[in-house]
């Protein structure tokens, strides 16, 4: 079992920046796979960005150039550090840990407002 605690979410204005945290319960190192996802109302839950293990990202081409994942093992955590936010990026924003095993693990998810 993993647990995560995501953190950041709020209000912000059009072209404004913000930066989510996940925390995990288990050592990140030992994830195959930390993610960050989101859902606006209406709409699909979607893929932000990934990182691997071994630091390999990948990212949704509306987020591209705009958001970075990291992560910092020392701390079990992964960030998306969000820049020129749009309107169309409020969503609830989730994490995802997937295990060596496959196991996909989510938080609970964190509100992302982007209005004036």
């Known amino acids: 079992q993993v647990q995560l605690v995501e953190s950041g979410g709020g209000l912000v204005q059009p072209g404004g920046s913000l930066r989510l945290s996940c925390a995990t319960s288990r050592n990140i190192v030992s994830l195959r796979l930390m993610g960050w996802y989101r859902q606006a109302p209406g709409n699909e839950r979607e893929s932000v960005a990934t990182?691997?293990?071994?630091?390999?990202?990948n990212y949704a081409d509306s987020v591209k150039g705009r958001f970075t994942i990291s992560r910092d093992n020392a701390k079990n955590t992964v960030y998306l550090q969000m820049d020129s936010l749009k309107p169309e990026d409020t969503a609830v924003y989730y994490c995802?840990?997937?295990?060596?095993?496959?196991?996909?693990?989510w938080g609970q998810g964190t509100q992302v407002t982007v209005s004036s």
């Open positions: 990182i691997t293990t071994g630091g390999s990202t």
């Open positions: 995802k840990a997937v295990s060596s095993s496959w196991t996909g693990y």
